[in-house]
């Protein structure tokens, strides 16, 4: 018997739980009643015009010419310093100073190098003497927390002027003044 008014009074309690939502189901359906949809109607589009592109005897802008030189033509003038455009560049080259870090020094039979990341995640290995960055930057010096770069920047009348840079250990570059 004590079962039987346990549960009873279990399922009372527990029906009295439920939450009434007419009140909910009422607004609703008041708003939805009231409210009046407008929608925007489509744009119209004005019909494409196709043009006949008919340039055969021209040459096509996504092909090289032919007998016109790739390189332009450089001006320099005499007596003043100029980066040596004969040599053929290296990887590093085609980074910025910005783009790179060095990553630690390493010594291999002697000969001191720098490990220099890129900011593909590449990593090269650079010595006294090798180039990197996009102005004709030479390494000149390799320390145990910088690597001294001797950079040739263009002064726009045709010469070349020399500036130090520094690639370090806790930045990415820096410019000794």
């Not at 053929?88 to 490990?115: C, H, P, Q, T, Y």
Request: charged share 25%; hydrophobic share 35%.
């Amino acid at each position: 018997m004590k079962h039987i008014v346990m549960g009873v009074s279990s399922i009372l309690l527990l029906s009295a739980c439920g939450a009434s939502i007419d009140d909910l189901v009422a607004y609703t359906e008041q708003v939805k009643a009231n409210t009046q949809v407008s929608i925007e109607p489509y744009p119209e589009f004005k019909e494409f015009e196709s043009v006949n592109y008919s340039a055969v005897d021209i040459r096509s802008p996504f092909m090289r010419a032919v007998g016109e030189s790739a390189v332009a033509q450089i001006e320099t003038t005499p007596n003043c310093a100029q980066p040596d455009r004969s040599r053929s560049k290296e990887k590093l080259e085609r980074f910025g100073l910005d783009a790179l870090r060095m990553g630690g020094v390493i010594a291999i039979n002697g000969k001191r190098f720098a490990l220099i990341k890129a900011n593909d995640g590449s990593l090269h290995r650079v010595t006294h003497g090798n180039y990197v960055g996009l102005f004709h930057g030479k390494v000149t010096q390799i320390s145990d927390r910088e690597v001294k770069i001797q950079e040739m920047l263009p002064d726009g009348a045709g010469c070349w002027q020399s500036k130090t840079a520094t690639i370090s250990m806790s930045s990415a570059t820096g410019e000794d003044n």
